[in-house]
């Protein structure tokens, strides 16, 4: 089955500096990949995502880059803020395979 | 519009006991998936529903769990007899059917945190 890899586990960040966290795959023909935000005891909530089919994509301050050649894609945030303080979950949706595989979270903490 | 709704959010059991959870997805998404989440674990897939048949449980221990979504609507999750090892948030998600364009964007429930003793 598809295999998820996320780093760092942990990240600490002062407010205005910017947040990149990385997710490796193993299924070259994964096409769906998206980024989740939990806040602690709250639901995991979609934050951004990304088509096999396209590099980058940004909404203000958080953007995805996909290098599919390489097998990875990361979440960029800029000018962070106390409130991007969450865990954060990539996932990959595989061939044949309609659920989501989740990596293992990063905790971002940003320090005012 | 309601969102996924999970019930208990809490419950604590000894262990060899049963439980059961319930989730009523978003109106209109036929696809229904129930996750574990350990403690700082991402979620991990027990069992993925196509309205009312259950099409990816591979992940699901068959021995002690078992899932039903009957009419294709709610479904719940039952584990009999519990270990201490079930300690662990259930999440319930759904979503749209896969179509050509569709993200396939799951939606979550809040979880139901459940701790054996």
């Known amino acids: 089955g598809e295999n998820v890899e996320q780093h760092p586990s942990t990240l600490s960040v002062q407010e205005g500096d910017s947040a990149v966290i990385k997710c490796t795959y193993s299924?070259?023909?994964?096409?769906?990949f998206p980024w989740y935000k939990q806040e602690l005891g709250k639901r995991p909530q979609l934050i951004i995502d990304i088509r096999s089919n396209v590099g980058e994509k940004k909404d203000q301050r958080i953007a995805v880059t996909l290098n599919k050649t390489a097998k990875h894609f990361s979440l960029h945030i800029t000018e962070t803020q106390p409130e991007d303080s969450a865990v954060y979950f990539c996932?990959?949706?595989?061939?044949?395979?309609?659920?989501?595989?989740f990596g293992s979270g990063t905790r971002l903490q940003v320090q005012p | 519009e309601a969102g996924v709704v999970q019930s208990p959010r809490y419950k604590i059991i000894e262990k060899k006991q049963p439980v059961a959870f319930w989730c009523n997805p978003i109106?209109?998404?036929?696809?229904l998936y129930w996750y574990r989440q350990n403690l700082g674990q991402g979620p991990e897939l027990l069992i993925r529903?196509?309205?009312?048949?259950?099409?990816?449980d591979s992940q699901l221990p068959k021995d002690r769990f078992s899932a039903e979504r009957l009419k294709g609507v709610d479904s719940t999750l039952k584990i009999q007899p519990a270990e201490l090892g079930d300690s662990a948030v259930y999440l319930c998600a759904s979503s749209p059917l896969l179509r050509q364009g569709s993200t396939g964007e799951l939606f979550f429930g809040e979880g139901s945190r459940l701790t054996v003793l």
């Open positions: 109106s209109g998404h036929n696809t």
């Open positions: 529903y196509e309205n009312e048949e259950a099409v990816d």
């Open positions: 996932a990959v949706r595989g061939t044949g395979r309609r659920a989501l595989t």
């Open positions: 299924d070259s023909a994964s096409n769906y």
